[in-house]
């Protein structure tokens, strides 16, 4: 049981945003689906939930096509950056329509979270901040109960600590009972050490799809005196440097050399660095 | 069970609404019926409700569209579902929206014709008694019978026609929405009638008001042509705004 994506291609008429695109959620696993803006992220999201229509290709949820299914798509509830529901609704209006649509969700522990993160849930919609609106989405996102859950840009307008509290319920509720969650963002630093598989999309295309464990394999980062780093960095493929003073960090692909010297300390890649790396290859020509 | 509750959401959103026309309705016939309360001789009469019903389901139909879609987009509803409720949802509304204005204008005649004693006449005609039954009694059974039929169908027909309207607009860009908006009103109301009364001296808009007259049944006081040609009218922008929106995209901005 999964989600699979078959040569997708969305057209914008000469625009192509997504292009060929064939990927897969399985069931029970955490993506992050990282890209800059304007990659195809919420594109791919909006489409394989039946909010636009594909040019070509095919999405198959649990084997179901997804496009104007409503077994199919019932399947997944997408958290998107745009709201789509009404403006003068109140929050707790939207949680039993939520119950109604959603039979699995659990209303109890919205209300639950409501008070958490301290949303007013007799609040209208159009009454809310940025942030209290991500709030009530994201509480409806970790209540539905769906097999599938798409949280695209979750934490936009969210302070320090109510993205911890996010990431923390989000963990909690995933440890407690698995469930496939797709976090689509830019913000990778965040979600680094919540993914198990990272989906990296450019220009329509996916560049990369393997676990974090695998992509922070493929490199590492070494640090010292920038004479010693220089020296050893000499040939290889760098991604990225950081100087402060007399010390360097250089972020290097491959693996590490045997004889490194002592003077050197490795450390793990940082995603964000290959991110950027894989992701400016325009700049870097 | 995603039709049933589709349903019930559309349906649960033209009650506050409805709530409000009714009230107005009301407080306005209480207001202008003093005089018949305080004087026995005078005769007030009410009409246009029926016409203010059916511009009330038209704004209805093109107000739900925008709220309504998205919000079911964001429910994992497809449009297909959305629309079969909508159509379920719209011919429910229009039964109640009927049905209380029958029993307004039945309860109206009744209070003053029999429960107020030495009170004045207050009549509530419709627009559809008048083109269809000025001769008829107060109290014939088959002119509230018809009168009810075809708010009922217009009512259906409206609102579709609004929802329909609605679609275009969400589907088209801002040029195409201003030239629809502004353009339309102004071909019908002022250059066709330029380019009749220049060229065909007023002929061309005498033939269509005749053909209208005549496929409502107008002219032979017939309601049932009336009854079929909002049946048929419905049927084609049903259709028409199913095109419309079958493929609609939610929209980013």
Redesign the interface.
Known sequence: MSIEIKGLTKQYGEMTALDNVSLEFEKNKIYGLLGRNGAGKSTLL?II?????KTSGEVLVDGMNSQ???KA??Q???M?E?T?????MKVKDIFK??Q????DFDEKRAYELAKLFELDTNKKVKQLSTGFTSIFKLIVALCVNTPYVFLDEPVLGLDANNRELFYKLLIEKYSEEPFTVVISTHLIEEISSIIEQAIIIDGGKILVNSSREELLQSGYSVSGKSADVDSYISGKEIIGEDTLGGLKTAYVMGKPRADMPESLEVTALDLQKLFVKLTNTKEVK | ??LK?SY??QLKGNFKPITIFYSILISLTVVTSIPALIQGDSFFQMSGWDFAILIFMFVMGCASFN?DF??H?????????YFSAKILSVFCVSAIMTALYTAFTLAVHFIFQFLIKNAGVVEISSMFEQLYFHGEGIFSFSMYFWTALLIFAAAVFVNMLGMFISGVFYRTGKLMRILLAAGFPLLVIMILPLIDYTFFGGTLYAEIFKFIGNVFGIFEQEPWKALVSFSVLTVVTTVAAWLVIR?A??K?K
């Open positions: 909006n939930t039946n909010r636009i229509f104007e299914n409503d798509i019932s997944i509830y997408l998107s745009k789509l529901y009404p403006n003068d329509w939520s109604k649509f959603y039979p | 069970m995603r509750n019930l959401y709220e998205p919000m987009l964001q429910n994992s509803v497809s449009r297909k579902t493929k995209p939610m980013n």
